[in-house]
């Protein structure tokens, strides 16, 4: 991955992947209701998708030098399995742990480039994930953790 | 006063007295029958010191059907106030004059008839309107006279004029649907 | 005890029927005289009243207890402050709602002053009445002066409606005192003034002096109260036979005269006046500073009296005024009967009075009685 | 006659010269007294309650809409209009303003050809007086309202810890009478309670002491009096108009003062409740509050009502979730006993999806109502949550309400801040533990009931705010557990939303304990509708999101309660309850189609 077109088609493929990933499990589960988050969760893998795709024709990421906030919900959290009796609140924990992955990966990706252009789009790439963590986690402060 | 209730008890002996209260020690009320009170007013002026005719007035009970007559009597001397109650039948309202008692009972009698329709046989210029000309209804001071039905009716209201109930315009807006339909038929 | 006058044959030319009023300067306020005259005699005369009459008795069965205190001010025009007063007592003693010491001081002053301002009227109409319009012209302004403490005071000139169940409605607004003070100053070198130019007027005296006698024996058969009865000798005051508010606590003298003509009864109200001013001094001397002006009240949208009756009754500038109420539990009161002294006074008395005076004092012996139409029709 | 009296008249002269005090109106401008009382002003603290009107003894003020005036909780969007052909400027209408919004100023002269501009809005006509900042406005210390509330007899909080008895002992008939007083009947409260109860009308009964018409006003919107006059959330009292310059009417414990007084063998005859059959079934999920409310509404209408209940018990989350020194079993069990008289069928440990299919139930009857509540409780997710002294605050509760010992030793950390966290921390109290609720955010962020988290403190619980758990691990005694906690600070949250605690990952906790309670939150369970609906059933993460009349795609299926609205108490459980029973009458009569 030398260019920049090249860096947002893996980033794109990865969106797909985790839109896969959510319509699969959700075609494994039993109830309306849980099929209907996961789908729900799809689609937001797909909107990530297109906002990917319309940066490739020009828009702008997300700066790196944007604060998002880091509630660190998900780096408390224990890793679940996502099998087909899924709960609400395991699903959310393994979305914000991937979005918490793909945010590493993006860093990690960034730190060992050299070439600045490269590095800060590997940066916008971490931060929109750190973006999409941080819907998860709020979803998960507000839905699962309504009392606390 | 303790002699107000002492000097009832006294009086009790030649008229039936009831409903004798001590509202302040200066102020009591007793009743007594038609056909005795103004024998009994009479001896409270002239006997008993009671000699001021503060006011005569009537007060409407339409449910029990009765007028009650109130002869509020003071004793200068004593500085006592009495009030002496005498029921009528609402529907044959008719009193003996004082007329002769206090001058101005006469316009006190006038004005029960105007207002109450109450009759007091013998006193002067009692058929003569006293506040009211060319009055047209029943007397008003009746309980059943309606003042703002009157009103209504006789006099025109400012147009543009409503209003709206707070929590009745609240339900129509927010929650419509929100109430049962009235109950049709046992179900 | 009730003579009629003798009948007149109205048809044999000797006589002339005249009415004076409604709207008539000689008459206070809205109501009329219908006179017989021979020549310049009166013969016979009675009185008409019901043009102000609004039915508030009856208006007040049909409001709440406290929808009623905007309405009693106007049963007396010019001394609405009684009503208000005696209106607030009957509730208060039918509730057992006590007024504060601080609200008691507040109300007398608010009374001794309107007593001021309504004397102050008055004292211009009996001066008109004998054609010294000069002292209208004088004591009307000097009643504007107290109508202006009223105004800061309740927020009304007129109708204060400051007295209200329970205490009154505000404090004294700063510096009121002072300011009072400053108008009674002026009130009472006003009051020197209109004894030379009135009370010691030749005029006066000639017109007023065996104008209008009571004889001592008519006054209770009568129901006569106030200033025209104690210039007919008696002591009878019932600020100190029976006292309310503070005035067991106040110095001031009960005057009184024997005449008992339209001169000694003018003369026993202008020497009220003194002594109005002296009671308002020493409230102002003695106000309190602070304190509750206002009982713990229920709240007043639907405040049911309990079942009662009572009576209470002041002494207003024309005598016994007095509110009766009964009340039977409910958010209405049953009946409430306001008794005024001019119902006596410009019915019963007048109508006899009139009798074998000359038409030109008909006007000054009305005024002499000090009588407000609106208390009569109520 | 003397000479002195020919001579003393003269003396007039002495004041030929004084100056008028006439005021040459309109060239010279005389400013009312700055308590006078003239033409009104009201500000835009005016929420529209009607008081003014109430008090007006001449008619003389309307309500009126107001155009571009917004309609919001605790407003109505009316606001008086004078017609000054009838005001007198009594200033009655100042004094009892709620809100102190209404004044008089002192402009008292208004001179127009046009009689019909003396009937104008105050506040929000152009008057050129309205910038006035004289005028009449009443004492701080006049008052015709009463401000203060009739406080309730309670426990002390060392009676209260020693048992489970019922904290609020109710207001005698005097104390009920006297609060009752309080309210003006503005009916403000009344579209802000989830379940529109006639407020006003009922405040009423008490004081006239007419406990009879009372519960059957109740009973038009609430089966569930007993309970609510206890528990309620009370929503209506934060809106109350006589919170503005003083104490809410204590409106829930007038509710309690009604059915009190009413003895449930009398209800029946009070309420005149007949039911004839209509020949149609209704099958309701869930014995909560939500269920039975609709059974209730449903059974009046004369549908057969079968209700499904996983528990042995009916009642629901007032079962198992509130403690009986909230709410004694006898007063839940008084409000439900009355609706299951009725006739409505129950079936106890039946839970749908395991014990019977839920398309089996769409089969048998021609409605059914779901109302499954919140009952499943959130887990902790941290590491080391299987720690057997790591219990659930649901789980606490239930054994508590069940007669049967959680177990939570003698000190104990809950972790929470809504109502089941303060319970939970409660019945330990009353256990004999003493207690720490750690809490992620601040105490005024707290969703329990502020008497909850007042009555937790008074009985001797310590709150641990912006304290965030991490980790649980084992204690060197077996019998203990020790959490990691970390102190939080607390962001913004950038979309609007309350704000969110940050872990600081250097200020961090040890801390070991008898037992932890977890009341974090809970999720609703409704797994068992099968897959193949989705497609007409709406979902907003673990809720429903139902149409009109509580009514989902699924034509026959209604719902309810917590599991469908974003409010989560009990008066919305019975509203939406209430509310579906009328959706279905009018879905099985063909008023409302799907």
Redesign the interface.
């Known amino acids: 991955m030398n260019t920049v077109e090249e860096i947002l088609d893996f980033a794109i493929d990865r969106e797909q992947q985790a839109a896969d990933f959510y319509s699969n499990l959700a075609e494994r ?9 996961l ?1 729900g969760f799809s689609k937001e893998e797909m909107r990530h998708k297109g906002k990917l795709k319309s940066v490739k024709l020009g828009d702008k990421l997300l700066n790196a030098d944007q604060h998002v ?4 919900i998900a ?4 890793d ?1 399995e996502p099998a087909e ?1 899924i ?4 699903a959310l ?1 393994v979305a914000m742990k991937r979005e918490k992955a793909a945010y590493r990966l993006y860093s990690d990706m960034a730190a060992n480039i050299d070439d600045p252009e490269l590095k800060s789009l590997f940066l916008g790439l971490a931060q929109e994930e750190a973006k999409h963590k941080l819907y998860f986690e ?2 998960y ?8 | 006063m303790a002699n107000a209730i002492q000097l009832l008890a006294d009086f009790g002996r030649n008229f039936t007295l009831s409903d004798i209260r001590e509202q302040r020690v200066d102020l009591a009320f007793c009743k007594a029958p038609k056909e005795q009170a103004v024998r009994l007013i009479r001896e409270l002026r002239d006997d008993a010191g009671y000699t001021h005719l503060v006011f005569l007035t009537n007060t409407d009970y339409i449910e029990q059907g009765i007028f009650t007559l109130t002869y509020m009597l003071h004793n200068y001397d004593a500085r006592h106030t009495l009030g002496v109650h005498v029921d009528l039948d609402r529907n044959a309202a008719e009193m003996e004059s004082i007329h002769n008692l206090w001058a101005q009972a006469a316009t006190y009698q006038r004005e029960l008839r105007e207002m109450y329709g109450i009759r007091f046989p013998g006193s002067p210029r009692l058929d003569e309107d006293f506040c009211l000309e060319g009055w047209d209804q029943i007397p008003p001071m009746l309980k059943e006279f309606d003042t703002a039905a009157f009103s209504l009716e006789r006099f025109h209201s400012r147009e543009g004029r409503g209003s709206v109930d707070p929590s009745e315009h609240m339900k129509t807006l927010l929650y419509p649907t929100h109430s049962d339909e009235p109950s049709s038929g046992g179900s | 005890m009730f003579e009629p006058n003798p009948p007149i044959d109205l048809s044999s030319g000797k006589y002339l029927k005249l009415w004076q009023g409604p709207q008539h300067p000689g008459i206070t306020g809205n109501m009329s005289l219908e006179l017989i005259t021979r020549g310049d005699e009166v013969v016979d005369c009675k009185t008409h009243v019901g043009y102000l009459h609004r039915g508030f008795e009856k208006l007040m069965e049909r409001r709440t207890f406290i929808q009623n205190f905007p309405v009693v001010c106007r049963i007396a025009v010019p001394e609405p402050t009684f009503n208000e007063y005696l209106y607030a007592a009957v509730v208060e003693e039918l509730t057992g709602i006590e007024s504060p010491p601080r609200a008691e001081w507040i109300r007398t002053l608010n009374l001794e002053l309107m007593r001021l301002a309504s004397y102050l009227m008055w004292l211009g109409g009996i001066g008109a009445a004998f054609g010294q319009s000069t002292v209208y012209q004088w004591t009307v302004t000097h009643r504007d002066y107290i109508l202006d403490l009223f105004e800061e005071m309740t927020g009304a000139r007129i109708y204060h409606m400051y007295i209200v169940p329970g205490g009154v409605r505000g404090r004294l607004p700063e510096g009121f005192e002072d300011r009072c003070r400053d108008v009674l100053n002026r009130v009472e070198k006003l009051l020197h003034d209109v004894e030379k130019v009135l009370f010691n007027n030749v005029v006066f005296k000639t017109r007023t002096k065996g104008l209008g006698h009571i004889p001592k024996e008519m006054v209770d058969p009568y129901g006569i109260t106030g200033p025209n009865q104690r210039a007919a000798g008696f002591s009878r005051d019932l600020r100190k036979d029976a006292p309310y508010l503070v005035y067991d606590q106040l110095e001031f003298d009960l005057i009184t005269a024997t005449e008992s003509d339209t001169y000694a009864r003018s003369w026993v109200r202008y020497l009220e006046m003194h002594e109005g001013i002296r009671m308002l001094r020493q409230c102002l001397d003695r106000m309190p500073q602070d304190g509750p002006f206002q009982a713990k009240m229920p709240n007043v949208l639907h405040w049911e009296v309990p079942a009662g009756e009572t009576y209470i009754k002041a002494e207003c500038t024309r005598g016994e005024y007095g509110y009766y109420m009964v009340t039977d539990g409910s958010e209405y009161l049953r009946r409430v009967h306001v008794r005024g002294p001019s119902y006596t006074h410009a019915i019963a008395l007048m109508e006899k009075l009139a009798v074998g005076t000359n038409i030109a004092d008909i006007a000054g012996l009305m005024v002499s009685l000090h009588t407000y139409p609106p208390e009569i029709e109520r | 006659m003397s000479l002195k009296d020919l001579i003393s008249p003269f003396y007039v002269w002495q004041r030929a010269f004084e100056k008028p005090y006439t005021q040459k109106r309109p060239i010279e401008d005389r400013p009312g007294a700055p308590r006078y009382r003239g033409f009104h002003m009201n500000s835009e603290e005016c929420i529209g309650c009607g008081t003014c009107e109430s008090i007006c003894q001449n008619h003389a003020i309307d309500m009126v809409p107001v155009e571009g005036l917004e309609q919001r909780a605790g407003d109505s969007g009316l606001r008086p209009r004078f017609d000054y052909g009838r005001c007198c400027w009594c200033a009655l209408c100042v004094d009892i303003c709620t809100t102190r919004s209404l004044h008089l100023s002192n402009h008292y002269a208004w001179v127009t050809e046009d009689p019909d501009a003396f009937h104008f809005t105050a506040g929000t006509d152009a008057m050129p007086w309205n910038q006035n900042s004289l005028g009449y406005r009443r004492d701080d210390d006049y008052h015709l309202l009463v401000h203060d509330r009739v406080e309730m007899q309670a426990l002390s909080a060392e009676e209260s810890v020693a048992g489970f008895d019922e904290v609020m002992r109710g207001y005698t008939e005097e104390e009920a009478v006297l609060e009752a007083d309080r309210c003006v009947e503005c009916g403000i409260c009344v579209a802000t309670c989830p379940a529109h109860m006639a407020i006003p009308d009922y405040i009423r009964t008490v004081r006239k002491g007419d406990y009879e018409a009372g519960l059957r006003l109740l009973y038009e919107t609430n089966p569930f009096s007993s309970t609510c006059g206890r528990i309620c959330t009370h929503r209506c009292e934060t809106v109350c108009v006589m919170g503005y310059q003083g104490d809410p009417i204590a409106i829930r414990w007038l509710k309690r003062a009604i059915v009190d007084r009413v003895p449930q063998e009398k209800y029946r005859e009070i309420l005149g409740d007949e039911v004839e059959e209509n020949g149609k079934t209704v099958g309701v999920i869930g014995a909560g509050p939500g269920g039975m409310s609709a059974a209730y509404y449903l059974r009046r209408q004369g549908y057969a009502v079968t209700v499904y209940e996983a528990q042995a018990r009916a009642g629901g989350m007032l079962r198992y979730g509130v403690p009986s020194y909230r709410l004694p079993d006898n007063q839940l069990d008084k409000d439900l006993e009355y609706i299951r008289s009725l006739g409505v069928e129950m079936r106890f440990n039946t839970q749908v999806g395991r014990d019977i299919p839920f398309t089996q139930l769409l089969d048998e009857h021609d409605a059914l109502f779901l109302a499954v509540g919140l009952n499943q409780p959130s887990a902790l997710r941290i590491a080391g949550e299987e720690h057997p002294r790591v219990l659930s605050g649901l789980r606490v509760l239930d054994d508590v309400a069940s007669g049967k010992d959680p177990g939570v030793g003698k000190r104990v950390a809950v972790i929470g801040g809504g109502n089941v966290a303060m319970d939970a921390a409660r019945v330990s109290r009353r256990l004999g533990a003493e207690v720490d609720v750690l809490y992620r955010r601040r105490i005024e962020d707290m969703p329990a009931d502020p008497e909850e988290i007042r009555e937790s403190q008074a009985e001797g619980c310590t709150l641990v705010p912006q304290a965030i758990p991490v980790e649980i691990r084992n204690a060197s005694d077996s019998n203990q557990v020790t959490i990691v906690w970390g102190e939080a600070e607390m962001v913004a949250d950038d979309k609007g939303g309350r704000p969110r605690p940050v872990l600081q990952e250097d200020r961090m906790h040890e801390e070991t304990y008898d037992c932890i309670i977890a009341a974090i939150g809970q999720g609703g369970q409704i797994d068992f509708i099968p897959a193949e609906f989705r497609d007409r059933i709406e979902f907003k993460w673990n809720k429903f999101v139902p149409g009109d009349y509580q009514q989902t795609g699924l034509e026959k299926l209604f719902v309810g309660g917590d599991i469908a609205n974003s409010r989560a108490d009990a008066i919305s459980a019975i509203e939406d309850g209430h509310h579906a029973a009328r959706g279905i009458h009018r879905f099985l009569s063909g008023a409302l189609d799907g």
Request: proline share 0%; net charge negative.
């Open positions: 589960v039993s109830s309306a209701w849980m099929k209907d988050m789908l906030q880091d509630l660190k780096d408390y959290t224990v679940v009796d709960s609400l609140q395991d924990i709020v979803q402060d507000e839905q699962i953790m309504r009392d606390n």
